[in-house]
């Protein structure tokens, strides 16, 4: 057991702890909840987090480089919405070519605080905060007061959230779910294992280290923001095509949605650590607490915003206390096996020390 | 009994004799200059921008030479933003502010030292809960008769019984609690409406996403429900929409206040059978001749005082039956929309 444990690396860790969160608070409200443990529920969750998941990685990227991205719910609403209008003028534009247009705007819309941010050199909870009030200004100018109805989509699009792929009795794996799980695995992956992306890490641990090691520091910052906003258009999509009817507000209060989840899911908001598998769990966790409540005799209308706070307060508490303990069973570990080990090189120090020597010149 | 509701009857017909006797219907005359404030509850829903096309026809019908600004918060910031128009407005010395209140008695204090600067208030669609600040409410129909429109559209569609749940918009929004709690008292007083249960109230929050959400849960919390009663264009349509994606048609129906073009589809397969709602352009209109006759000082904005307002006919101010000590004018009526006549209304 101790050996597994040594081996498994502090990202997995903390995901093994969300899990456990995440288990934890599904087994309360089946205690409280009559017909909460089932299929049903599984497909509640999983068609409605496919949007929060996708903004949730976005904002995760953001995050990553030391910055926050508070415009990313009006770039949500106004691409469902720009998408919205293109389709139902060209009811026949091809699928991809609408998916594209959506994360194109959405993507300049990422392109304008990026360039704010990372050249302008204007802190990004400001930036953002003004653009997160101008792109739902523009959505209003753009909208002229009309609002999009799933009538004027085509059937393919709305069709499209809710086909189910996969059955196994009640759940049922559906396209949405799968095509927002797909994106965050390969954003995950790509993090994880792809050398430029590594990039985001460096530049959110520490900007003059990664600028001294050769990296573009503004470049990455701009990126992280255009792939957030790309993010975000695609996210749009998703809420067009889930949602069909389409108002002004689409996409209200998403932004702090996401970095709840993205905390939540442990992305470290001073930046430089955490994953988006994570993030996407801390999006589940959201939206779990979130309509378990709605079912919860004890928890009045009023209160729920308040339960919901505390609900996420307690999870990232529990989270980090775990989490500590975890790494200083750990860190207990390692100091018992280097003790060993110094205390078997003071038995043989001729053995031992050539090789400290070799170890070292490599 | 019998001699109180005799006394009743007529003192009613000597009231309205009286009403009719002394006040003929004033006719305003147009031209004169003054400048107005429509303001929405936020910009960029269809209703508000209908209302809009009425008030600006209005405008144009009585030729006034001021201007009629459409002015209005962007939707995540409705409260603070309707606060501070209001305080612009006295500032610019406007004749008058038509308020959508979507602030509930948080407005009072800036409407009251705009009342002082010399502008009037005319509320339409959401009045000031308290009636503090506000001069008169246009009200779209008398909101007792929503409880009572409402309760018989569920009574039609459940069939005499089952489960009903409201799906509101905000816990803020006074017209929608009026309606709800309009509602209840109907639902409580008739003993035809005994086999309907009302089990629920939630808010959307007059978003898409969270109006669908809310109306899953609902769904899950409560196996036996067989209707969603849902008072706000945006919760029907999204509760329909939620109802249909997830097959769910034939088990809860939807109800409520909705726009027929968007309503369409939901009604015609049977998701949404009935729905209600007033028109508009309409309430745009007869709120745009109050405001401009107090405004002007043609009105003088007292119980009883009957005017004609365009096209639509003659209104009189009355005691708002729903809020003690405020003034209403009363337009009504409603139209109920069923697969019948929903086509036609839609286009």
């Known amino acids: ?362 | 009994m019998k001699l109180f509701k005799t006394l009743c009857i007529a003192s009613a017909l000597m009231v309205s004799a009286s009403g009719g006797a002394m006040a003929q219907a004033i006719s305003l005359n147009g031209g004169e200059d003054v400048d107005m404030v429509l303001l929405p509850k936020f910009l960029g829903i269809l209703v508000f921008d209908q209302a809009n096309e009425g008030a600006q026809e209005a405008h144009a019908e009585l030729n006034n030479p001021g201007e009629l600004l459409f002015v209005g918060p962007t939707p995540e910031n409705s409260v603070a933003g309707q606060i501070e128009i209001m305080t612009t407005s006295a500032t610019q010395g406007q004749g008058a502010v038509m308020l959508s209140n979507n602030a509930g008695d948080q407005i009072v204090p800036s409407a009251k030292a705009a009342q002082a600067a010399g502008t009037k208030i005319v509320t339409w669609d959401s009045p000031i809960p308290s009636g503090e600040g506000e001069d008169v409410f246009v009200a779209q129909v008398d909101f007792g008769s929503i409880g009572e429109v409402m309760a018989d559209m569920a009574l039609s569609i459940l069939g005499g019984e089952g489960q009903m749940a409201i799906l509101s918009a905000t816990p803020d929004a006074a017209n929608q609690n009026a309606w709800i709690a309009s509602l209840k008292e109907v639902l409580a007083a008739d003993a035809k409406y005994s086999g309907i249960e009302l089990v629920d109230t939630v808010y959307g929050d007059d978003q898409s996403e969270v109006s669908y959400n809310r109306a899953l849960a609902l769904v899950d919390k409560y196996p036996d429900l067989g209707l969603i009663m849902s008072p706000t264009t945006v919760g029907i349509q999204a509760s329909s929409k939620a109802m249909q994606d997830e097959g769910l048609c034939d088990q809860v129906k939807v109800s409520g206040l909705g726009l027929p073009s968007e309503m369409l589809s939901y009604t015609l397969n049977g998701c949404a059978p009935e729905f209600a709602l007033w028109d508009f352009r309409d309430l745009g209109y007869l709120t745009y001749y109050t405001a401009y006759g107090m405004a002007t000082g043609q009105l003088s904005g007292e119980i009883g005082e009957t005017f004609t307002a365009g096209r639509m006919g003659d209104y009189t101010i009355e005691e708002d039956p729903g809020r003690p000590g405020s003034k209403r004018i009363l337009m009504g009526p409603f139209t109920v929309y069923t697969s019948e006549n929903v086509e036609a209304a839609a286009n």
Do not use: C
């Open chain 1, 1 to 362: 057991m101790g050996h597994l444990f040594s081996r498994i690396s502090p990202q997995t860790l903390r995901i093994l702890a969300l899990v456990f969160v995440l288990a934890a608070i599904i087994f309360f409200f089946s205690t409280q909840v009559p017909n909460y443990l089932n299929g049903r529920l599984f497909n509640r969750i999983s068609s409605s987090v496919a949007i929060m998941a996708l903004i949730a990685t976005g904002q995760t990227l953001v995050i990553l480089t030391r910055n926050i991205d508070l415009s990313i719910g009006s770039i949500v609403g106004f691409t469902a919405f720009a998408t919205g209008s293109l389709i139902s003028a060209n009811p026949d534009m091809a699928a991809p070519l609408l998916v594209l247009y959506a994360m194109v705007v959405g993507a300049a819309f990422g392109a304008v605080n990026g360039i704010l941010v990372a050249y302008v050199k204007i802190p990004a909870i400001i930036v953002t905060l003004a653009t997160m009030a101008l792109f739902r200004s523009a959505l209003v100018e753009f909208s002229n007061a009309k609002s999009i109805t799933s009538s004027e989509l085509p059937l393919w699009l709305v069709n499209f959230p809710n086909t189910v792929l996969l059955k196994f009795g009640q759940f049922q794996l559906r396209a949405g779910f799968a095509a927002a799980l797909v994106v965050v695995l390969l954003v995950h992956f790509a993090l994880a294992r792809f050398r430029p992306a590594r990039r985001f890490y460096a530049v959110g641990s520490n900007p003059e280290a990664a600028e001294m090691a050769g990296i573009n520091a503004k470049a990455t910052v701009f990126a992280a923001f255009v792939f957030a906003g790309a993010l975000a258009g695609l996210a749009g999509f998703m809420f067009l095509a889930r949602f069909g009817n389409i108002t002004v507000v689409a996409g209200l209060g998403f932004e702090l949605k996401s970095v709840a989840a993205a905390v939540l899911g442990g992305v470290n908001i001073f930046g430089g650590s955490g994953t988006v598998i994570g993030a996407f769990i801390g999006a589940i966790l959201v939206d779990l607490i979130d309509t378990s409540l709605v079912r919860w005799e004890l928890v009045s209308e009023f209160s729920r915003e308040a339960v919901l706070g505390a609900l996420i307060l307690v999870s990232v508490t529990a989270d980090a206390v775990l989490m500590r303990r975890l790494i200083g069973l750990r860190a207990n570990r390692e100091k018992k096996l280097a003790r060993a080990a110094i205390n078997a090189q003071n038995r043989s120090p001729e053995v031992s020390t050539p090789k400290q020597a070799g170890e070292t010149s490599t």
